[in-house]
């Protein structure tokens, strides 16, 4: 499958002059969306659409192929549907280059990553969509005014639902944007046939449209590399986390116990199969250490797996946690558990990543998802962490519950 990714990039930014290529930590704005989309999986090739000199060489710099836009559709005025059709048909006519799938990447958007990009290519492939869009959950009550009286939008200001009561809502990020090649060509626009959405969590979702959200993007994206996932031996590991931020945090006050699936959690939801049927995952050792803290700082763990296969077993003997296996509806096993250990569900921390640990979540004082997790779970959550299962997220929440610890605890 060829699948191209194109970076729009005027000169002529007024809002902030020369926006594309500004310093932002210590490489320019555009270098982020060029330097995700070459860690990438799925995407086959990166192109610069451009008229400007400087971002062109910039571009090059950082190993993106460059495809000058002529001043017709370099203005202020001049869509990016434009430049993305133009991209297209120079390709064909000086390659006779069609790619299957066109990736869209705004360069205003340095906060995405490269599984931002592959999740949203994989959203249209599993869904057998025409489109694709990256999105954030969307939980706030919207309002317009109509004849002098404020209306609600999303909402009956009449009856103020709670947030768990009410369907689920998203955001449009503008960060990351996947059609299918021919069809776009067709319709001319980013959305035709059939949409899908892949969530990504809240703190990924900045745009850089005016001074201060420089500001903003300089301090999210030193906590983002704090925690920024490596390719290294044998599978993603993780830099560990550096201090956890000062800032409050949804967890119960004490923490009584911390609930881990296991499937998605611990690992990054793929299986190795052997010849002969035995299976094997990719777990964080990191995920151990953050673990053994957590442990010698008194609080108790658990791993709570519908799977049932001696892997689990095996990564919790080595971990030395108790485990129960084989739980259809996880919550009928973790409430006689909680029992028997006397601990308030509301002073439980429970992560999870799909579907069938929403009724535990529900049910806990603080519902936490690993980064990539099912849309309706990031919906749920009341803490989305930054790091994906299998590669540092069961770290990031013992080194959370840690900070929070009381001085002793």
Partial sequence: MEC???????????????????????????????????????????????????????????????????????????????????????????????????????????????????????????????????????????????????????HDKAVRLLRQQREPQYLETGAVYVMKAPGFRSAGHRFFGCTAMYVIPPERRLEIDDPVDFDVAQVLLSQQHARQVVEGRGGRTSIPAGPAPAKPEPLPQPVGALILDFDGVFTDNRVLVMQ????????????????????????????????????????????????????????????????????DPGHVVYVGNDVNDLDCMQHVGCAVAVADSAPEVLQAADLILAQCGGNGAIREICDRILHFLPAGG
Avoid: M
Avoid at 30 to 41: K, M, T
Avoid at 317 to 328: A, I, M, S
């Fill in 276 to 343: 002969d049927g035995r299976e094997a995952v990719w777990c964080s050792r990191a995920d151990g250490w953050g673990i053994a803290r957590l442990k010698q700082a008194g609080v108790p763990i658990l791993i709570l797996s519908t799977e049932t296969n001696p892997v689990v077993q095996a990564r919790a003997d080595k971990l030395g946690l108790p485990c129960l296996q084989g739980q259809r509806v996880k919550w009928e096993a973790l409430a006689p558990w909680l029992a028997d250990q006397g601990i």
């Fill in 4 to 154: 191209l990714a194109v970076i729009p990039a005027r000169g002529g930014s007024k809002g902030i002059p020369r926006k594309n290529v500004l310093p932002l930590a210590g490489k320019p704005l555009i270098a982020y969306n060029i330097e995700q989309a070459f860690l990438s999986h799925l995407v086959t090739r990166v192109v610069v659409s451009t008229d400007d000199a400087e971002i062109g060489a910039v571009a090059r710099q950082f190993g993106a192929e460059v495809v000058w836009r002529p001043a017709e559709i370099s203005g202020d005025t001049a869509s990016s549907e434009a430049a993305l059709l133009h991209v297209l048909e120079y390709l064909e006519t000086t390659e006779a280059y069609q790619p299957d799938l066109l990736v869209f990447l705004q360069c205003t958007s340095p906060l995405t990553l490269a599984q931002d990009i592959d999740g949203t290519i994989q959203a249209l492939l599993d869904q057998g969509a025409d489109t694709s869009l990256a999105v954030t959950p969307f939980h706030y009550f919207l309002w317009q005014s109509r004849e002098g009286d404020a209306v609600g939008i999303n």
